[in-house]
């Protein structure tokens, strides 16, 4: 199972930035999922792991697309760094006293959806502002972020449904 993940989050690496590098939408729209797979990423890996790997994850994505180098880096960062808080927050304690990853199937899409929609606004609260870095007025960055969480959101939870572990293989 654990090759599977593997393969399954490094698949989602290569289109998203495939995304990025080949899919400029608009000025308005930024397409991202990686929050959702930050958050995706298996309840057993500790803190320190989680940033490396969200490190990881964002240097390749701007070395492989057009971006500014550290951009991405710098707004997945922190959602690694609070992605146990959200846990916690929306799911409660329980999820991580018993080590169990995240599931729509056992939290339920309701559950699911609220915790994308925070670590994805979180992503994007932080990358939007940088991305513009004081030349383009506050409106627009606030039309940006909207449509771009607005976008992603759904993107992000057909990711989360992809990264999922399976019910089947679980008791295998």
């Known amino acids: 199972m654990r ?5 399954t989050y490094l698949v ?7 995304f990025c590098a080949l899919l400029n939408l608009t000025q308005y729209v930024v397409l991202c999922f990686l929050p959702v797979m930050i958050l995706s990423l298996p309840i057993t ?7 490396l790997i969200a490190f990881l994850t964002g240097l390749a994505v701007d070395f492989f697309t057009n ?12 959602v690694a760094f609070t992605r146990n808080s ?3 927050l929306v799911f409660g304690t329980e999820l991580l006293s018993r080590q169990e990853d995240i599931s729509i199937h056992k939290q339920g899409p309701a559950k699911v959806l609220l915790a994308i ?11 939007i502002p940088v991305d513009c870095a004081g ?10 972020m909207l449509l771009s969480i607005a976008l992603s959101t759904p993107v992000s ?9 399976r019910e089947a293989d679980r008791w295998r």
């Open 157 to 165: 939870y057909y990711a989360a449904g992809v990264l999922a572990p």
């Open 135 to 144: 030349t383009r007025p506050a409106g627009f960055m606030a039309l940006r």
């Open 117 to 127: 929609l925070l670590a994805t606004s979180l992503f994007f609260l932080i990358y």
């Open 3 to 7: 090759q599977r993940y593997i393969f």
């Open 86 to 88: 959200l846990i916690r």
């Open 45 to 51: 890996h500790s803190t320190p792991r989680l940033l």
């Open 67 to 78: 971006g500014v180098l550290g951009l991405t880096v710098c707004a997945l960062l922190p």
């Open 12 to 18: 989602l690496l290569v289109i998203q930035i495939i």
